[in-house]
Every structure is written in C-alpha cells, then in structure tokens.
C-alpha cells in the first residue's frame, strides 16, 4: 500500500481565499507530481519536481504554485481561489531513474462558491 | 500532441462474463504504458507497466497486453468487486523534460451480481 497522504480530502472554501493542499509521502521518493481531474475527465499533470528545490509547470496551465523545500513534502498553494478552480486534485510520487509506477494519494475535491 | 483513447467509456457485465478494454495511443516515443484502477473518490492504484510490444501481464483475473497501437486490459470470470474505473496511461516526455503520465479517460466498468 502507498505511503502518500493528501489533505485535505474535501475542502469547501469561498472566492477569494488563500488555500493550500498538502501532500505528503514516507518512501523516499525523490519525484513528486500534482494532477487535476475533472468529474469524468482526465487527470492533466499541473505540476512537477524531481527533488528538493526543483519545481515545474506542467501540460496543463495552471494558477496554482508548488514548493519542495523538503523531499517528502509538495503542498499547492491556490492565492485566490475562483470557482474556475473547482476540481480534483491528485498529488503522486515516484522513485528516480528509469520508468517506475507513481503512487498516488486519496485526492483532495475543491469546491470554491 | 500525444493522444490516449479508451474505449468503451462505460461497460456492464455480469459476473462471470469476460471482456476486454482497449487503450489505444499516439505518442511520440512511447517510454512505458500503465494501467490503474480508480475507484470513486479515491486515487488511482497501479496495476501494470508495459514496456514494449508483445508484453503482456497478468494480476489475479486481470491480463494486460502490448502493442505498437493498443493496449488491451483483459478480465476474465470478474466478480463485483472488479467494478472501478480502469485508466491507461502513456509515459512520454512534456515540455520542460517531464516524464509525467498522459491518462485517458478510462473505461467505468460495472460488475452485475
């Protein structure tokens, strides 16, 4: 079983407000990945990093900002949430070098009113 | 632009009855194709990586198989609890150096009783 916790798991938050989901992982892993899925729709990779201090946009454009200032940790920051921003979001990890599987979290579903 | 197809994008059988799924993809470089499960409200789970045509795979009732085009997903005799969301996925590189996964939408898939 994964060791890779998101919280948290729902959030209900009005326009405008500062939020931040956190994203958790006890393997190790050195990569760490944020996707956004849509009800129905395919998870688009928003967000990336290979290790401590490395952080990159993904595929899909979006307003939120990451940071990995320690390996186990990668938590999005949304600083004025829409409800254009409402979605699902999955954070995922996986080991570095070569083509492995990424674990994934429980997810965390926004809903901004 | 990368693309990952499944079809169908919804199928019910009875328990018993086996079927199969069909990924189709076009990539540029395929590095690895991935099959998870995702259950409602939850992350997906891994399930197979395939990594070049002929491969194949088997888990319990599951079988995944490899082309140059297609990845089938067989499941034979299911049971109830086989009935998830079943998503594909393609590992190629996006911009900026990434090896973060494209997913399809996935095939729903219901298990009758």
């Known amino acids: 079983e994964a060791d890779i916790y998101q919280t948290p798991r729902y959030l209900v938050i009005g326009t405008g407000k500062k939020i931040t989901l956190e994203c958790s992982q006890t393997?190790?892993?050195?990569?760490m990945y944020w996707y956004q899925q849509d009800p129905g729709m395919e998870l688009h990779l928003i967000h990336y990093s290979y290790g401590v201090n490395s952080t990159e946009k993904g595929d899909l454009s979006s307003e939120s900002t990451v940071s990995r200032i320690r390996t186990e940790h990668f938590p999005l920051t949304l600083e004025s949430a829409r409800p254009s921003h409402t979605s699902q979001y999955l954070c995922a990890s996986s080991e570095y070098g070569g083509l492995t599987e990424a674990f994934f979290g429980q997810g965390t579903r926004l809903t901004v009113v | 632009e990368d693309q990952v197809t499944q079809s169908p994008e919804a199928l019910r059988l009875q328990e018993g009855e086996s079927s199969s799924l069909n990924c189709s993809y076009t990539?540029?470089?395929?590095?690895?194709l991935f099959w998870y499960r995702q259950d409602p409200g939850k992350g997906p789970e891994f399930l197979f990586t395939?990594?070049?045509a002929g491969e194949e795979k088997e888990k319990e009732r599951l079988k995944a198989t490899l082309t140059k085009k297609e990845s089938f997903l067989h499941i034979t005799a299911p049971k109830p609890e086989d009935s998830a969301t079943y998503l594909c996925a393609v590992q190629v590189r996006t911009r900026g150096g990434a090896d973060g996964l494209t997913f399809g939408k996935g095939t729903h898939l219901i298990i009758q009783p």
């Open positions: 393997m190790g892993h050195d990569k």
């Open positions: 395939l990594y070049s």
């Open positions: 990539v540029s470089g395929l590095r690895g």
